[in-house]
């Protein structure tokens, strides 16, 4: 059966690649120069390319992962194959290294497939491919694997210092954690996720011990959210992390993270920052409303594979359950929208992407519409943690810590920076049956068809300027 497997997804590797080629190939030709962003990132990458690494554009925001890698894949092929002239680093050469990131991450997103859902091998062979397969062209990622943006570099290296986390090689996953970071600093948080698994595994484990010795056969996933629950996790967790053995045996293990968060922050203090170049558009501020958008988000992509009858049936019984502590939820929504919505200058001006229209047609028409939105929210968020009942609580914890940490400082609504965390939050939701997985694959493949046919056809110009301008994420 695993070789049998191992066919199917080489057969499906090749026919991914194959159909994304012809992607790349079409929206290259339509789209030869460089667009919005890549502008900067390809002029970057070419001054590497000619050898000049002390100069640097001051409107990039990111480190030079990206060209660097580029640089290392580019510069061998062109020694072995003696290629010269214009093609070299060119605009499509450079947007290719996506494609190949593409490959790698459909790879990944297998591995850690067969990993998490380990205990399932014997009957899942055909729901682990597809649902790799699936993840691999989630539209806002396999939309920008055509263009030379940080994305695809970025989601590769996570989920590979991910991997190396399941596996137990913290020393590898902490390297790959700065490869992450080379290409977005805010991965940082990432890598604290890795360590975070790590420190609630631990948690796991003293946790059950704890239970067997006072013959408890609660498990850390089952604890009820209740005062008393809560009173005993944070009993709990000050008992654990004041606990010099317990302190000693995590530090023993996530040691790496741990070297990797003192450069961060040797960066940090260097740099008077976390970006670099032009800061004036990306300030950080807490925009709690970021993570009702992120929650709101997941729930749309994820709704083959998370919402059913049973499930939304059973919110109304919660809801029935526990009316002071939803209206008490409700009322925390309220005041976190009312007071700490922020929005970007670009969210307004740039009718390129689609989150300006999201905004647009649906915050802006009305101010009582980002109020009116809480009930939807709150269900969003209900339905993110429902799927992940699975999980131990102190993961669970660790995750929406990083969460919170991804998402909230963000000032632009920007679904790029939703990728890795969905990607995870998909990862971790028990896998899901057949059927479902093909309409998650169908839903997905309906979006990207849609987002690629508007870019290649719906071009327009603005009033002031004759370049063509194309709608993108």
Same mark, same amino acid.
């Given at each position: ?309 049973? #499930?939304?049936?059973?919110? !109304?019984? @919660? *809801?029935?359950?526990?009316? $002071?502590?939803? /209206? +008490?939820? &409700? ?94 939050? #998909?990862?971790?939701?028990? !896998?899901? @049956? *057949?059927?479902?997985?093909? $309409?998650?694959? /169908? +839903?997905? &493949? ?28």
């Amino acid at each position: 059966m695993e070789k049998f497997e191992g066919y199917i997804f080489t057969a499906l590797c090749s026919t991914n690649f194959l159909v994304s080629c012809l992607l790349f190939s079409k929206i290259t030709r339509e789209q030869r120069e460089p667009y919005m962003d890549e502008i900067f990132h390809v002029r970057q990458a070419q001054k590497y390319c000619y050898g000049k690494f002390n100069e640097w554009d001051p409107m990039i925001t990111t480190l030079p992962g990206l060209y660097l890698a580029s640089v290392g894949v580019i510069k061998p092929v062109v020694w072995l194959v003696d290629l010269t002239g214009k093609v070299v680093c060119s605009t499509a050469m450079l947007r290719f290294i996506n494609l190949l990131f593409n490959c790698g991450i459909l790879y990944l997103l297998y591995l850690i497939i067969c990993k998490l859902h380990l205990k399932e091998k014997t009957k899942t062979a055909s729901r682990r491919v597809l649902s790799a397969l699936s993840l691999s062209t989630f539209p806002v990622l396999y939309f920008f694997n055509f263009l030379y943006y940080t994305d695809a570099g970025s989601t590769f290296f996570i989920l590979f210092a991910y991997l190396m986390t399941l596996y137990g090689c913290h020393k590898a996953s902490a390297l790959l954690g700065i490869f992450a970071i080379f290409f977005r600093q805010t991965n940082i948080i990432w890598v604290a996720f890795c360590a975070g698994t790590v420190v609630a595994n631990k948690m796991d484990e003293t946790w059950r011990t704890e239970q067997s010795k006072k013959k408890d056969d609660k498990s850390p996933c089952q604890i009820p959210f209740s005062v008393s629950g809560v009173k005993r996790v944070m009993r709990f967790l000050l008992e654990f992390l004041t606990t010099a053995n317990h302190v000693k045996a995590v530090m023993l293990v996530a040691w790496p993270y741990m070297l990797v968060a003192v450069g961060f922050f040797a960066f940090i203090v260097l740099n008077d920052g976390i970006v670099v170049g032009d800061r004036t558009s990306h300030e950080a501020c807490l925009n709690f409303p970021q993570l009702f958008y992120f929650f709101s988000f997941a729930l749309f992509f994820s709704i083959p594979t998370s919402l059913c009858y049973h #499930r939304a049936l059973r919110f !109304l019984q @919660t *809801l029935k359950k526990q009316p $002071l502590l939803y /209206l +008490l939820i &409700t009322g925390l929504c309220l005041l976190l929208v009312w007071k700490f919505t922020f929005v970007h200058k670009y969210l307004l001006a740039d009718n390129r992407h689609f989150p300006f229209y999201v905004w647009n047609r649906i915050f802006q028409k009305h101010e009582a519409v980002r109020f009116a939105l809480i009930p939807a929210y709150v269900f969003a968020a209900w339905n993110f943690m429902d799927t992940l009942k699975s999980r131990s609580l102190f993961w669970s914890l660790a995750f929406l810590v990083c969460l919170l940490a991804a998402t909230v400082p963000q000032k632009l609504l920007e679904f790029r920076y939703f990728i890795v965390p969905y990607l995870l939050y #998909r990862l971790h939701m028990p !896998l899901p @049956t *057949l059927t479902r997985l093909v $309409l998650e694959f /169908l +839903l997905y &493949t309906a979006v990207n068809a849609a987002t690629l046919y508007i870019f290649v056809n719906k071009t327009f110009q603005w009033p002031n300027s004759p370049a063509v301008q194309r709608f993108m994420w």
